[in-house]
């Protein structure tokens, strides 16, 4: 088979590539490892950026979330015997944000993608890429049968494990690194959630309030990367999250039985550069942040809009100006989100091995925004999420 752009990793990166390429009737294909239920069912982010949103938004994806999600003002954080901070989105930048969820986007971009007759290849084994520099190929193994896909460029978009990273030659390549000595805990249960996502700083740990619908909350807790799945049952995470909540939060919660329950370890990382010959990386594929700031998805959607633009440039207008400039102008925006992940995750979760000092630097990090306008405008800018560049 041929085709111009052969797109590994069906996640929301891979999909939402594929949609504007077909729209822009780029012919692309999608070859993904797991399922389309497996895929579906990952619970993962919950938090639109303005961009996220207007990204959907202008390529007919935005229906159930105008529909069904909710608009935000903004952000809470509250903390152990201090008053509650609110990142105030509408006051300081004019827009908001979406309560709205991956796994719903993942369901609208499959079926899209579908209904426009799109190539979709799902429970590809053995996945390789080849020749990255040169006549670039993808191969894969699908019912016993080897498959090859030659294409102009590959665009990796297969997660932190898939293996387009690592088609560039280790000397071709820097990473940078920051891995986390805890985790979060997460739950999944049908009850209505709290008003506001909720970060709440206690000197036991972090906890947190998400949620997804009128009838589905999501709420997590900070939890030693030692500890396993099995040794949360419900009643010890409501507890936890009860006592690291303050009270008139905690009196909100309407607790139930967890339909889903996950561990996620948190990390940063980013590899450089996202170009290599013909191969581009977007989403977590080539960089991971922590969840604190709800910045993954969103970056994976600002890659593929910064890639896609390349693309089109590069296929309908004949230029290669954004092609040549993604790497750069992607890294940026990389940046600048694993910047604020990194901050809000060190301002709100218990670090094992911290001494009183950086507990009062955390104190004081509060204590600015609480007081000053300049840093809550900054913080409100950055959790909103940067403009994307032209
Ligand atoms: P992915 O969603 O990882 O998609 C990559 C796809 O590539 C997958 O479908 C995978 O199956 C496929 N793939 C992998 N290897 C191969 C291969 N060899 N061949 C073919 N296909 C392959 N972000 C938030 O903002 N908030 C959250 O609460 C949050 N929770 C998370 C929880 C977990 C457990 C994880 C892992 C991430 C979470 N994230 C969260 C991050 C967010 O979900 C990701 O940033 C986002 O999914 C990135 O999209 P992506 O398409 O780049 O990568
Ligand atoms: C979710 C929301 C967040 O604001 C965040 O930082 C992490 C996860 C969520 O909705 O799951």
Redesign the pocket.
Known sequence: TRTKVAI???????LMLSHILGRNGIDNIV????SIDH?ASRI????LEYGTAELLKQHGLAERMLREGKPKDGTLIVWENRPDFFIDLTRWTGRQMWAWG?TYIQEDLHRALIASGAQLVHE?GD?ALHDVTGNPSLTYEKDGVRHRIDCDFICG???F???SRHAIPKDGRREYERVYPFAWLGIMVECPPLENFTYAYHSDGMAMAAQRNPMLSRYYVQVPLSDRIEDWPDDRFWETLLRRLPDHLAGQVRTGPSIEK?M?PLRSFVSEPLRWGRLFLA???SHIVP?TG????NL?FSDVFYLSRALTTHYLEGSDHYLDTYSEMALRRIWAAENISWRLTKMLHVFPDETPFDQKLRESDYDLLLRSEAAQQALAHEYLGLPFET
Request: hydrophobic share 35%; net charge neutral; glycine share 24%.
């Open positions: 590994v990793g069906g996640g929301p990166a891979g070859v993904e490892r797991q895929v993962r982010a919950g938090v991956q590809a996945v978009c297969d997660g494990h898939g293996p996950s996620a989403g977590d594929a969840p709800a910045k993954g998805l994976a």
